[in-house]
Structure formats: C-alpha cells, structure tokens
C-alpha cells in the first residue's frame, strides 16, 4: 500500500499539498496570518488556504469550549489551542533531527536567517514526508492536513522558537508569562488580569532541556545554562526578556516579560495617564538639555518603557551609544527615530576560567563602554543596573551628557542608595564615601516608576503604573553626602505626581522648552 492509497483528502498524505509546504517562491506578503501571531506563520504562501482557516475555527471553537477564562476576543484563542492534542515526544525528536541536519552546513547560512528558516522548512518537509511513509507501512492512522499544519508548525517553532511557549509569546494580549514548573503557568495579560495557562512541557526536565537548546541555539551570542550555570538571561527575537533559574530551585523557574510598547514618547505617556503634561515638559527639557537621568522603580512597574520614553526626546540627529546585558531598550531598531544607534550587549562566558579568573569568552558592559570611546558618541545609555554595571553607569555619566539608566528601588530616594551599593560591588577601592560622592555628582534627576494592583467592583484585577516621583540629586549635606529635593511628588490617594519645588538651577530648562509658569501654577493647585 502506497501513501497516496492512505487517504483521498488533499494533503491528507502529502504534506506538499499543505500551503505551508507550497512554492516558496510565492509571494508570502498573501498568506493569511496565523490567529494569535504577531509573525507569519510557517506556511511559505498563500496558496491553498483552506485547510488554515480550518486551523483557526477549530482553534476557536477548541478554545471556547477547554479555555472559559480566556475572553474569547483574545489572539491567544488560537494560538492556545493549535498546542491541545500533539505528541510533544515525537515533536521533540523531529526537532532534534532537525537541527542535527541544520548543524552541518549552519556555518554557510548563518549569516543568512531567512536562509536558515527556508532550509529548516524543507528538512521539516523531509522529515514528516518520512514520517508519513512510515506510518502507511505500519498501517497506522494518517494525519488529517490541520494535524500536519500543526505538527509541522510545532516543530519550527521548536527549532526556531520557543516550541510550546511561542504561541503565548506571541499572543498580543500576554505582557507576563510566569512559570514554576512545566505545568504550572501564569499569564498576566494587558489590563493586569491574571490567568493560568497551559503547560508548556510534559515535564520539568523535558523544560529544562529545550531552555538549554534555547540558550545555546545562537551563534551570535550563546548563552551557558547547566548545573554550572543554572541562571539564564536572554533577549528573544521578538524583543521579549526571558530569565531562567533550573538546579538551585526546586523547579525550574522561568519569566518572559513582553515590551509592549517600543515606539513612545513622554506624550503617550500623558495619554495613558501616567504622567502629567507638566512632568512631561520637564523632562522633555531635562533630556535636551542634557540633564542624567536615572529611572526607578519595583520590577514590572514600567522602568524600560520610561526610558524609551526619555529617548524619545533626544535630539534626532545626536550619536547614541547602549550598552545593556541583554538588548531591551531597541532604539538601534527605532531607525526612523533614531538614525545614529550604536548597540553594545554584553557576553556571558563559558568554559574554563582565564588566568585573571574570568570565564573565557567574556565581554563585560565596562568593555563594552571602554571601546565606545573612538565611536564620536553624544550619549552613553547604560541599560539596567542591577550590581557592578553602576561603574560602567558613572562612567557613562562622566564622559558624555544626557546619559539615562534604570535601577531597582521601592521609591526615589532608594534608587539613589541602591546604586551607591552597587558602586561598592567593584571592590574595596570602592568605599562608600567614594560611592555616595560618584553618584551624587554623576545623577541630576531620579524618576521613579510605581506599580499597584487595584481590585475593582467586580473582583477583577487592574495594574496601574504611572511616574510617582521626581527628585533632583545634588551633592551635598554632610551626614548623608547628596542632597534631594521633590520636584514632583504623589499626593496620599493619588496616582499622579504632581508639581512640588523647583529650585533655582531646574528654572534653567525653560531655555530648553520648560512650561515653568504651569509648574507654579499646577503646585499652587
């Protein structure tokens, strides 16, 4: 018996048939997206689309009936439910095939990613064209053309994705995803609404294991994760941050942040009521004007989106240089808006240690920084500052103006504290009366970032962000060694920062397009 004599249904057995499968020279522009992608989907035209639409009404009607807690105007509905039902082992081995294949001529497509993905459909074409012909010997039941798709759709998304997590990476509606073990998922959407999601392997160690083939798939910019190494830090294609912890707790942890929002401006900020127009002028004329800025704040209250909002009013023609662990910021894509980027990522090592006790491959923010120097930069952007990169901060601060940086902290004045402790991380040249004296000279302004829950009437959940304090750091005041004062500052009860004092050295941003008359205006209010 022949695969054809299996079943009559196009595509039924020739997974040629499939419109993923079509004529990759067709024009991809006329393929129908995938619901819930923000991306297209695997298939190579537009030819044939029957059998996707039938994807898409069989994902919604799935979802309707297995997910009730997913608002059926969600691009999640579909992209959930293509998951339901496959057999993750068999995907799993396709996949490592795959890439077994890819490996022996990766070197002549690496630089070439829509090479790589193009060959990666045919040997996936190969595999399941086998895969079929082996199922017709043993007389086994067939895949229907919407088995295939999936199938098929599964194991690049393993081979080029994140296999079971891209649908929910790619769900517009999923800012969070937070995991603690394969089946234990949660999903904050947009709004603030939290929800559980569906597993994302069959079991911890089947997690761990595609984590590390994640981490190490990159030529680029490889990234160690093993019993030596148990903690993973990435930047994803779509601009998602993935951390990961496995080994040192007792499930494998794991947290996709989506940035929503990468195009933005201190405006749009004002549109979505998270600050006023007034705090907005100012710091509009504290970036052109040069003024270093620090953004503060808990983790997920919106740090990065500040600071792309900052961006957004540095002058178009100025030579921005960033330097970050992993690319988070995205203004080296942002041409349009700024069209002179330079972007440095800092490099984990791996492997032996060198005779200086460093991990050979290395690259640190502080090199990164030191070779910018020769580049003609009119600012240095160091990312997230989470412990020795605050040198590299100060450096930055020192060397060119209008530099701009986030920071941990539950209110401003602790932004300021907690980047004098992580001063102090670099050594014991590092004292504290160094530490408070660097930063205190280095940072003009702390913005500090607020996040809250709020349970509204029908028990649903809403989190509100907004820019809760401004504060101007000065050096200064002998028993702590810099002194602050509140620019702007949340009233009790409110969720907006509100103008407070402005001193004398701050009046001179009405040069640079400050509205100081409705500063006193809106502090007398």
Same mark, same amino acid.
Request: contains cysteine; glycine residues 8%; proline residues 4%.
């Given at each position: 018996?022949?695969?054809?004599?299996?079943?009559?249904?196009?595509?039924?057995?020739?997974?040629?048939?499939?419109?993923?499968?079509?004529?990759?020279?067709?024009?991809?522009?006329?393929?129908?997206?995938?619901?819930?992608?923000?991306?297209?989907?695997?298939?190579?035209?537009?030819?044939?689309?029957?059998?996707?639409?039938?994807?898409?009404?069989? =994902?919604?009607?799935?979802?309707?009936?297995?997910?009730?807690?997913?608002?059926?105007?969600?691009?999640?509905?579909?992209?959930? &439910? #293509?998951?339901?039902?496959?057999?993750?082992?068999?995907?799993?081995?396709?996949?490592?095939?795959?890439?077994?294949?890819?490996?022996?001529?990766?070197?002549?497509?690496?630089?070439?990613?829509?090479?790589?993905?193009?060959?990666?459909?045919?040997?996936?074409? +190969?595999?399941?064209?086998?895969?079929?012909?082996?199922?017709?010997?043993?007389?086994? +039941?067939?895949?229907?053309?919407?088995?295939?798709?999936?199938?098929?759709? =599964?194991?690049?998304? $393993?081979?080029?994705?994140?296999?079971?997590?891209?649908?929910?990476?790619?769900?517009?509606?999923?800012?969070?995803?937070?995991?603690?073990?394969?089946?234990?998922?949660?999903?904050?959407?947009?709004?603030?609404?939290?929800?559980?999601?569906?597993?994302?392997?069959?079991?911890?160690?089947?997690? #761990? +294991?595609?984590?590390?083939?994640?981490?190490?798939?990159?030529?680029?910019?490889?990234?160690?994760?093993?019993? &030596?190494?148990?903690?993973?830090?990435?930047?994803?294609?779509?601009?998602?941050?993935?951390?990961?912890?496995?080994?040192?707790?007792?499930?494998?942890?794991?947290?996709?942040?989506?940035?929503?929002?990468?195009?933005?401006?201190?405006?749009?900020?004002?549109?979505?009521?998270? #600050?006023?127009?007034?705090?907005?002028?100012?710091?509009?004329?504290?970036?052109?004007?040069?003024?270093?800025?620090?953004?503060?704040?808990?983790?997920?209250?919106?740090?990065?989106?500040?600071?792309?909002?900052?961006?957004? $009013?540095?002058?178009?023609?100025?030579?921005?240089?960033?330097?970050?662990?992993?690319?988070?910021?995205?203004?080296?894509?942002?041409?349009?808006?700024?069209?002179?980027?330079?972007?440095?990522?800092?490099?984990?090592?791996?492997?032996?240690?060198?005779?200086?006790?460093?991990?050979?491959?290395?690259?640190?923010?502080?090199?990164?920084?030191?070779?910018?120097?020769?580049?003609?930069?009119?600012?240095?952007?160091?990312?997230?500052?989470?412990?020795?990169?605050?040198?590299?901060?100060?450096?930055?601060?020192?060397?060119?103006?209008?530099?701009?940086?986030?920071?941990?902290?539950?209110?401003?004045?602790?932004?300021?504290?907690?980047?004098?402790?992580?001063?102090?991380?670099?050594?014991?040249?590092?004292?504290?009366?160094?530490?408070?004296?660097?930063?205190?000279?280095?940072?003009?302004?702390?913005?500090?970032?607020?996040?809250?829950?709020?349970?509204? =009437?029908?028990?649903?959940?809403?989190?509100?962000?907004?820019?809760?304090?401004?504060?101007?750091?000065?050096?200064?005041?002998?028993?702590?060694?810099?002194?602050?004062?509140?620019?702007?500052?949340?009233?009790?009860?409110?969720?907006?920062?509100?103008?407070?004092?402005?001193?004398?050295?701050?009046?001179?941003?009405?040069?640079?397009?400050? +509205?100081?008359?409705?500063?006193?205006?809106?502090?007398?209010?």
């Amino acid at each position: 018996m022949t695969v054809n004599d299996v079943d009559s249904g196009v595509g039924a057995s020739d997974p040629t048939k499939l419109p993923l499968f079509a004529d990759a020279g067709s024009d991809s522009d006329s393929r129908p997206p995938r619901v819930g992608r923000r991306r297209g989907s695997f298939s190579m035209s537009g030819v044939g689309s029957s059998p996707v639409a039938s994807v898409r009404e069989a =994902a919604r009607a799935a979802s309707a009936s297995t997910r009730p807690d997913v608002r059926p105007e969600s691009g999640a509905v579909g992209g959930w &439910a #293509i998951n339901d039902g496959l057999d993750w082992g068999m995907i799993a081995a396709l996949r490592q095939q795959t890439a077994d294949r890819l490996s022996s001529e990766f070197e002549s497509l690496l630089e070439d990613r829509d090479a790589q993905r193009e060959r990666g459909r045919a040997v996936i074409l +190969d595999l399941l064209t086998a895969e079929l012909r082996e199922r017709a010997r043993a007389s086994k +039941d067939q895949w229907s053309p919407v088995d295939q798709e999936r199938i098929a759709q =599964a194991v690049f998304d $393993a081979v080029f994705g994140l296999g079971r997590l891209q649908p929910l990476v790619d769900d517009a509606q999923v800012e969070n995803i937070m995991i603690n073990g394969h089946d234990d998922v949660t999903l904050e959407l947009t709004g603030g609404r939290v929800i559980q999601g569906p597993p994302v392997a069959d079991t911890d160690e089947e997690l #761990i +294991d595609f984590l590390t083939f994640v981490a190490t798939r990159s030529e680029v910019n490889a990234r160690p994760f093993s019993a &030596a190494s148990p903690f993973l830090h990435m930047r994803l294609d779509s601009g998602a941050r993935l951390a990961a912890a496995a080994w040192v707790t007792p499930r494998p942890h794991v947290v996709i942040r989506r940035h929503r929002l990468t195009e933005i401006s201190l405006d749009d900020l004002v549109d979505f009521g998270s #600050i006023s127009p007034v705090a907005a002028s100012f710091l509009h004329a504290a970036v052109v004007a040069g003024r270093s800025i620090v953004v503060s704040g808990a983790q997920g209250a919106g740090k990065t989106t500040a600071v792309r909002a900052l961006c957004g $009013a540095i002058p178009r023609g100025q030579v921005i240089g960033t330097f970050e662990t992993e690319y988070e910021l995205g203004l080296h894509e942002l041409r349009e808006k700024h069209p002179h980027v330079f972007a440095w990522e800092a490099r984990p090592g791996s492997g032996e240690r060198t005779p200086d006790g460093r991990q050979s491959g290395e690259v640190t923010i502080s090199e990164c920084l030191d070779a910018s120097f020769r580049f003609n930069l009119d600012r240095q952007i160091v990312g997230e500052v989470r412990g020795a990169e605050a040198m590299a901060m100060l450096k930055a601060m020192q060397s060119s103006e209008g530099s701009i940086s986030t920071t941990h902290s539950t209110n401003a004045a602790g932004g300021i504290e907690k980047l004098v402790t992580c001063v102090m991380e670099n050594g014991a040249h590092a004292t504290h009366d160094y530490a408070v004296r660097a930063v205190s000279a280095g940072i003009n302004l702390v913005v500090h970032a607020t996040k809250k829950r709020f349970v509204n =009437a029908d028990g649903s959940e809403t989190v509100k962000r907004w820019i809760s304090e401004i504060i101007a750091v000065t050096p200064g005041e002998q028993q702590v060694g810099y002194a602050t004062t509140h620019v702007f500052k949340t009233p009790p009860g409110g969720t907006l920062a509100r103008a407070s004092t402005l001193t004398e050295e701050l009046r001179e941003l009405e040069a640079y397009g400050f +509205d100081a008359s409705a500063f006193f205006e809106e502090s007398r209010a």
